[in-house]
């Protein structure tokens, strides 16, 4: 059987694949709409890959630097000599994924507006199946990926178990910085288009958002492709690949063997094949309330889910039955990512008090909505800790971690890196209703540039609004199933560098200054990215206030403005902003590394983690309600459009824009590069330290 | 030498006392100015003790209670007897500093207006002698309890070394919890009158700060006593006393018997003496600038650092002749603190470069000064962490950290005790230049209210402005003293606990969910204590505008408004608001403790350590960014004053007020206060929890 088994994997991730280029062609031959409809998401469609084969261009240096050093740290036989291939397979899908996603939704954007001309199920229909190509897409090329790369190791080079693991876990790295890049170049892109947009358009110039006379409108739509969708992509399949190989690293460190290793491996080809089953659940009536909407994306989860948790427990009673109980531990991850995303919703919706009492913060100006909410988002990092406590307790529990056996610390581990997969096993369809969101407000704003009638933006509306919500709920994923993947591969870390190496005490003080300088990082790495945000929209705001000066007859809508400009600068200038807070997160490893040890780089890693959960949480939930708050004034509360509760909510928006979609996922993601860069430099950094030169 | 070094140590603290009695005396015989400075300045004092009593009782019924459960707990054999005694004295005396501090600033800030009227050096040494007089009272008291305890346990009782410094290390909680109340309390306070009052009187009303004719401007009066003065006192005594107790006890735990703990004792003695020989360096000349006045205050602390270093080397010598090294455990600290002052300095004063760039961010508005300011605070963490990451490197290679005795590792954290004592050892003087500030703001407050000429206001403003540096570098002070504290407790606590009975990797998962926990925990108080602010703010607002629309010719300025109102609802909601966030201090680590055990505590304090570090500093720093930008842009620059420009500083401002001084201070308290009640409930905790229950 163990012969099948990886064949049985690459199997499912080719029918993923399949199914996204089915989805992917039944979209694309949907009517586009009207002349001007196919016209702006040409240009969208345009400006989204120009700035992505820009952006391939740019970071393609990097891995060829990158490529370089490792092949020569292999050579001098301090890597295995896959390292830098597999470095390059993985930046290289990564970024596959995060282009497929966007292509596709570029082409769903004018088409989902088109559908909705029709009637909203339609609209709902194309929108999700522009998700689900993302979604099948990134789970596809993930387990596509890992079961080649596991044949090729098993199959072709004959290694043995513990070595394949160990290789693989280097793997991480190459996808790791390309989401990073992805992540913060789009996330300071979209931000930048947004954020220059809205200050100029909504408050100078005073006209609504997605004005066609505005010269950054395009850009601003552009942003939600390259960062919503590119970004989010290349993040999660991230953490899709990195939580399946620190797993099954954990396995073969408990002794579990082969089958350690095919258990995630193949509880994720299960996830694949239960989403593709949910994404057939996704419909709705006509006349469908927010509440219908969201049930009926739900509807797909939940069943997916619950595939997901019998197959998994089938699996489990076959390959390990002497831990039957380790299902719980891959359910406590379902369960987490869930709830993590259901307590995201609440704190951010305006359907629940929270938002509903920032709105009400609007009434004594944005001072005091701001103030509340920092202050929520602070609040709301509570119940996702203790989720993922919970979470991390029971699947130790339940993998045998207090059996009293040998191998019971690293069992209850290994139940930890299961419930990682296990929350991120659906992945194809929790991405697909995630990926969903941007589509649908593309085709709001593609409804509004192109004049359709009211009653279509009304249906945009709704589809829109929905998204926003699953956004939130997929972004509570995106941070949990960071943690318990970062959590994993400090695990895994130790263990390659050897436990007997380490002491890993929290008052050992490489440990202790790991910690702090951990959890300092992803206020910094925070900082940078946000000052660059900052930057580019200024370049954004001065550009768009020349072309209302220099354009005569742009304001009257006579003349038309020049859209390329605006994403030109956002192209350059976001490309040139990632720069610096990537590269923070490739060399701080092997600073702290060199400087403090193996033992200070784990505590680093710890520090990060646990400070980086909680800061990425505050600023995506923070984001999203004031996101939100915004468009509760919006519908007529506290007086309404154009009111100064509109304003200080206008300004609550805007501080929250590089908060939720630059920042605070991008956060997300420096914490599991940091792992995967210490892991790669590990055996070069156990060699000798500065602290071990001084005696300690 | 052993019986008298004690007493030595008591006399230094009556010293202190004596001085700070002195300059009590010469401050209140000095004049008061006009008839409407003496009843403006008997208000504000009025108002805030009235506070401070309403205070005490309230806190008074916690310690009341908390007395009878430590009595309880002694009584089963659970707690040493002298415990519930020594939460007494720490919890009275934490709050006696704070009631004299605050006594003595509330006579001086008229004293100060009135000298001004005379010459700048006049009104600069009343104000810095009332500071003194808070600085030498806060260690005095400090050492006074530290060694009358030692002296009633080594000489009455006949305790053994270790069991000394057991005892006494449980000392801290009840200042920890008095300071955490005076800080929490008095921040809410402070900020909630000031956010009030400029909401309405500077926004709506449009009348100017501290305008008589504001009914909040005595609460805001009030406040900078009871949060800037007398929650400053008491939480740096907590710190000093904890940093000296700590280090004692990591002295006895490395084997250095009863000199390991004299040699701490002795040096805050040092720091005593050489804080005195300090005072008599500060005074300027008229015409001095906003650069001499500064260097006049440093001078006194730059010739008491010196001193004490030198002092501090001698004793060394003396008393562990072997460890003559661990002078630069002691001078590492004394640096890191001036350092730390210094960059906190350089990021939020607007003679340097980030604060203007942040007052250029009020070119594009509110929402890019956000924006920016928080991108400033989170920037700003970097650096304070790598100076303590460099003075813990320090303190431990040259306690002989790596020496490769058997007591190496022991000696290394004893350096790092010895270094936060070191940093704290020249509080007197430090401490000085620090509570200075808000006498300087009262003595403006009182300036402009009794109506002087605008010269003496010059003068003021000047000494203020001033006074907004030195609360930056005391700031950095306080947080950076109270991570190397907390640090050394951490140490302390596994210490009693034995290390034999903990497991502290960090890959423990109840380490692990601890660190989640802790690191989450500095999040939630502060959103709770920035809520507080909100909730108490919004009562002032109402109030306000329910006086300026009822009270005939307030406006005009024919009627007085009813400041009492105002201090009432201050006094009554920051009582009330304070009760939560304290609790969450207290209660977190015993539930922590029972449910993961002492290995989940350790991690969660150095989750709270790491995190609420990074996270204090963040927030103390944006919120002195904003309201230094706000005054550059008042001083003319930006369009100066009543300018869109300034309105969007104002709403930067606002929002750094709660940031600043209540949640960001309260922050170093609650990660103490975090260690001090593990440490008091440590045997309890280590006698069972529900982990254990489950098998781990």
Known sequence: ???????????????????????????????????????????????????????????????????????????????????????????????????????????????????????????????????????LTVVGLGLLDISIWFILLKFVFNLPINQITSAMLTFGMGASSMALFARVGGGIFTKAADVGADLVGKVEVGIPEDDPRNPACIADNVGDNVGDVAGMGADLYESYVGSVISCAALGVSAGLNVNGVFVPMLIAAIGIIASIIGTFFVSTKENADQKALLSSLRRGTYISSAISAVASAVLIAVLLPEYMNMIWAVISGLLAGVLIGFFTEYYTSDTY???????????????????????????????????????????????????????????????????????????????????????????????????????????????????????????????????????????????????????????????????????????????????????????????????????????????????????????????????????????????????????????????????????????SNSGGAWDNAKKYIEAGNYNGKGSENHKAAVVGDTVGDPFKDTAGPSVNILIKLLSMVSIVFASLVASGNLLSLLGL
Do not use: H
């Open 1 to 135: 059987m163990e012969k099948y088994i990886p064949f049985a994997v690459l199997a499912c991730a080719v029918i993923a694949l399949v199914f996204a280029a089915v989805n992917f062609y039944s979209v694309k031959k949907k009517p586009e709409g009207t002349d001007k409809m196919a016209s702006i998401s040409s240009k969208i469609r345009r400006g989204a890959m120009a700035y992505l084969k820009r952006q391939y261009k740019t970071v393609g240096v990097f891995f060829a630097v990158m490529f370089v050093i490792l092949g020569v740290l292999s050579f001098f036989g301090m890597l295995t000599p896959f390292v830098p291939f597999a470095f390059l397979t993985g930046g290289l899908f990564s970024g596959l994924s995060g282009f497929i996603g966007m292509k596709i939704a570029t082409y769903a954007n004018s088409r989902t507006a088109n559908g909705a001309r029709e009637s909203l199920n339609k609209g709902l229909k194309i929108a999700f199946s522009s998700g689900a190509v993302m979604g």
């Open 353 to 619: 008090k929270p938002t509903k009492k920032l709105a009400s913060s609007s009434e004594t100006g944005s001072a005091t909505i701001i103030i509340d909410g920092l202050s929520l988002g602070m609040l709301s990092t509570a119940i996702p800790v203790v989720i993922i406590a919970i979470s991390i307790i029971i699947s130790f529990f339940a993998s045998g971690g207090a059996s009293g056996a040998d191998n019971a610390f690293e069992m209850g581990l290994y139940g930890v890196g299961l419930s990682a997969v296990g929350m991120l096993s659906t992945l194809g369809i929790t991405l697909a209703t995630d990926a969903y969101g941007p589509v649908a407000d593309n085709a709001g704003g593609i409804a509004e540039m192109s004049g359709l009638e009211p009653q279509v933006r009304e249906r945009t509306d709704a589809l829109d609004s929905l998204g926003n919500t699953t956004a939130a709920t997929g972004k509570g994923f995106a941070i949990g199933s960071a943690a318990l993947t970062a959590l994993a591969l400090i695990v895994s870390y130790t263990n390659e560098v050897g436990e007997a190496n380490l002491n890993l005490a929290i008052t050992n003080p490489a440990v202790l200054i790991g910690l702090l300088v951990g959890a300092m990082l992803p206020f910094l790495f925070s900082s940078m990215t946000m000052k660059a945000v900052g930057r580019a929209a200024q370049k954004i705001v001065v550009e768009v206030r020349r072309q209302f000066k220099e354009i005569k007859g742009l304001m009257e809508g006579e003349a038309e403005a020049d859209y390329e400009s605006c994403i030109d600068i956002c192209v350059k200038s976001s490309l040139k902003e990632m720069i610096a807070p990537a590269a923070l997160g490739i060399i701080a490893p092997i600073i702290v590394g060199f400087v403090l040890g193996c033992n200070g780089v784990v505590g680093m890693l710890a520090g990060a983690l646990v400070s980086g959960f909680a800061l990425a949480i505050m600023m």
